[in-house]
């Protein structure tokens, strides 16, 4: 489908402390080390790491501590550092990032406790920001533990950096709860879209079918507001006792963040970094598509979220046969994958996609995979909250209408008419596209293959709002190598868990 980017509106409000113009680049402590453990010494040695790989010098600057794990509060309600983990303490650590032209991070809690279970900030948001302020704090990160999430409890947050008068660029951690989309630009520079990362591929695919679940999710983001499917897994092989992902897999998964102009934050240990991954987060040409000055996050083309679909029914048509088996899961033959509801979500009006079958790193125990399918009412109800799925693919409540499925001949019947069919059609054979436009006047575009064997891709410029014979330039950003003028449309050969990412220029 054509899409025109002028249609793409800034949700209004945005908060304009003037900061983070481009997504945020850097480095946080919390995956790869041992979280609320994390030493001074431990983080000096990641900043001279950073330097001396020359990733400073290509703009990862932020340095976020996450967490310091204060222990307690003195008489006067000041936070306590450790000074068994901080001995020179977070001012003296901000002082040498500041040496080095790099900026200082600090983690805290909208609740009383932090998700380490250490000291936080419910009530005391003004003191707190106060303190972080006089240390040199450039980014303060407040995270959603132990309490309720509401959009004025950052709110607090907000007014209290302001007070400050300190430029701290501030980045919200809702999880996505209560569509954090819709208001993090009017009270951060940044808000997480989606649950943790978790370390694998099935890991970071999770959190972005979770962000691109959300129907025009981009045009929430711009110049100083940007959505976070969370900080980036390369080169970070053994956290949370995840598989890893290996060089293709991180070549998609920085594309991706990066076309997506999602904040790019480092979490492994950059001492030891191996070379091809370090290469990877190197990469200048990639690296200028994420921080275009344009701030316009590309727009998915096409991806798993559309592959559902009601179609007439036919016998025999191996994209509307489906196997409910034992376990509930319900698996699409010709796709090889399950019916399941994006980013484990709860929410009545989350949407159903099609994803790899029980992957690694799954955030909710594979419940958003698990179905009931009740013989008697018809309907499909989603282990995950006991919700139906409706004929739009969303979990509703079962009263609602236009719940009705008949399964019949491994066939899953829109309503009584058996004439509409639950359908993929064909698009695990086709991978996943998104793409934007650039402040020069091109396009970034990002290929994507999430199955096991090679596919040939094709991006028609029309889906870019241009005419079907336009010509374009295109390049190859990992190549680093043009490849010709292309009309109407171009066609890559794209390896399994892999990218082609190419700018075309018109």
Same mark, same amino acid.
């Given at each position: 489908?054509?899409?025109?980017?002028?249609?793409?509106?800034?949700?209004?409000?945005?908060?304009?402390?003037?900061?983070?113009?481009?997504?945020?680049?850097?480095?946080?402590?919390?995956?790869?080390?041992?979280?609320?453990?994390?030493?001074?010494?431990?983080?000096?040695?990641?900043?001279?790491?950073?330097?001396?790989?020359?990733?400073?010098?290509?703009?990862?600057?932020?340095?976020?501590?996450? &967490?310091?794990?204060?222990?307690?509060?003195?008489?006067?309600?000041?936070?306590?550092?450790?000074?068994?983990?901080?001995?020179?303490?977070?001012?003296?650590?901000?002082?040498?990032?500041?040496?080095?032209?790099?900026?200082?991070?600090?983690?805290?809690?909208?609740?009383?406790?932090?998700?380490?279970?250490?000291?936080?900030?419910?009530?005391?948001?003004?003191?707190?920001?106060?303190?972080?302020?006089?240390?040199?704090?450039?980014?303060?990160?407040?995270?959603?533990?132990?309490?309720?999430?509401?959009?004025?409890?950052?709110?607090?947050?907000?007014?209290?950096?302001?007070?400050?008068?300190?430029?701290?660029?501030?980045?919200?951690?809702?999880?996505?709860?209560?569509?954090?989309?819709?208001?993090?630009?009017?009270?951060?520079?940044?808000?997480?879209?989606?649950?943790?990362?978790?370390?694998?591929?099935?890991?970071?695919?999770?959190?972005?079918?979770?962000? &691109?679940?959300?129907?025009?999710?981009?045009?929430?983001?711009?110049?100083?507001?940007?959505?976070?499917?969370?900080?980036?897994?390369?080169?970070?092989?053994?956290?949370?006792?995840?598989?890893?992902?290996?060089?293709?897999?991180?070549?998609?998964?920085?594309?991706?963040?990066?076309?997506?102009?999602?904040?790019?934050?480092?979490?492994?240990?950059?001492?030891?970094?191996?070379?091809?991954?370090?290469?990877?987060?190197?990469?200048?040409?990639?690296?200028?598509?994420?921080?275009?000055?344009?701030?316009?996050?590309?727009?998915?083309?096409?991806?798993?979220?559309?592959?559902?679909?009601?179609?007439?029914?036919?016998?025999?048509?191996?994209?509307?046969?489906?196997?409910?088996?034992?376990?509930?899961?319900?698996?699409?033959?010709?796709?090889?994958?399950?019916?399941?509801?994006?980013?484990?979500?709860?929410?009545?009006?989350?949407?159903?996609?099609?994803?790899?079958?029980?992957?690694?790193?799954?955030?909710?125990?594979?419940?958003?995979?698990?179905?009931?399918?009740?013989?008697?009412?018809?309907?499909?109800?989603?282990?995950?909250?006991?919700?139906?799925?409706?004929?739009?693919?969303?979990?509703?409540?079962?009263?609602?209408?236009?719940?009705?499925?008949?399964?019949?001949?491994?066939?899953?019947?829109?309503?009584?008419?058996?004439?509409?069919?639950?359908?993929?059609?064909?698009?695990?054979?086709?991978?996943?596209?998104?793409?934007?436009?650039? &402040?020069?006047?091109?396009?970034?575009?990002?290929?994507?293959?999430?199955?096991?064997?090679?596919?040939?891709?094709?991006?028609?410029?029309?889906?870019?709002?241009?005419?079907?014979?336009?010509?374009?330039?295109?390049?190859?950003?990992?190549?680093?190598?043009?490849?010709?003028?292309?009309?109407?449309?171009?066609?890559?050969?794209?390896?399994?868990?892999?990218?082609?990412?190419?700018?075309?220029?018109?």
């Amino acid at each position: 489908r054509a899409f025109l980017w002028l249609a793409f509106i800034r949700a209004v409000g945005a908060w304009g402390n003037g900061l983070a113009r481009t997504p945020p680049l850097g480095y946080s402590t919390w995956n790869f080390f041992p979280r609320v453990a994390i030493d001074e010494m431990t983080c000096y040695k990641q900043v001279d790491a950073i330097v001396e790989t020359g990733l400073r010098d290509l703009g990862y600057k932020v340095f976020v501590v996450d &967490e310091p794990c204060f222990v307690g509060r003195d008489d006067n309600g000041n936070l306590m550092e450790n000074k068994t983990t901080w001995p020179r303490g977070l001012k003296s650590f901000g002082d040498y990032l500041h040496a080095r032209g790099m900026k200082l991070g600090i983690y805290t809690d909208q609740g009383p406790l932090t998700c380490g279970r250490c000291p936080a900030s419910q009530g005391h948001e003004m003191q707190d920001m106060a303190l972080f302020a006089s240390m040199g704090a450039d980014y303060i990160k407040v995270d959603s533990c132990n309490r309720d999430v509401e959009p004025e409890h950052w709110a607090a947050f907000r007014d209290a950096i302001n007070a400050t008068g300190r430029p701290m660029v501030f980045s919200i951690i809702a999880q996505g709860q209560k569509d954090s989309w819709t208001w993090g630009n009017a009270t951060g520079n940044l808000w997480r879209t989606t649950h943790d990362i978790m370390n694998s591929f099935g890991g970071f695919t999770s959190n972005l079918d979770a962000q &691109e679940s959300v129907s025009d999710i981009e045009k929430y983001a711009g110049p100083g507001a940007w959505n976070d499917p969370d900080m980036l897994i390369v080169g970070t092989q053994t956290f949370h006792g995840g598989s890893g992902i290996n060089v293709s897999e991180a070549r998609a998964h920085f594309s991706l963040w990066s076309v997506l102009k999602s904040p790019l934050l480092i979490s492994a240990d950059v001492t030891k970094m191996e070379p091809q991954f370090l290469e990877i987060l190197k990469n200048e040409e990639v690296l200028a598509v994420n921080q275009d000055n344009l701030g316009m996050q590309a727009k998915k083309i096409r991806g798993p979220n559309a592959d559902l679909s009601l179609l007439p029914c036919q016998s025999g048509n191996e994209f509307q046969l489906w196997t409910i088996n034992s376990s509930g899961a319900i698996l699409n033959r010709k796709a090889n994958e399950c019916l399941s509801i994006s980013d484990c979500s709860t929410r009545a009006g989350a949407t159903a996609i099609m994803f790899d079958c029980f992957p690694s790193g799954n955030a909710c125990n594979y419940k958003n995979q698990l179905w009931d399918y009740d013989s008697s009412t018809r309907q499909l109800i989603a282990d995950i909250s006991s919700m139906c799925l409706n004929w739009d693919f969303e979990q509703v409540n079962c009263s609602s209408s236009r719940t009705m499925w008949i399964y019949k001949n491994n066939q899953l019947m829109a309503g009584s008419d058996s004439e509409r069919c639950l359908t993929v059609p064909g698009a695990p054979s086709q991978g996943e596209i998104y793409a934007g436009p650039l &402040e020069w006047g091109a396009y970034g575009a990002v290929l994507f293959n999430r199955q096991a064997a090679s596919m040939n891709m094709t991006l028609n410029f029309t889906d870019l709002g241009l005419t079907g014979t336009t010509e374009c330039g295109a390049r190859d950003l990992w190549m680093h190598e043009n490849l010709g003028v292309f009309a109407g449309s171009i066609s890559l050969e794209v390896a399994p868990h892999d990218v082609r990412m190419i700018t075309l220029m018109p």
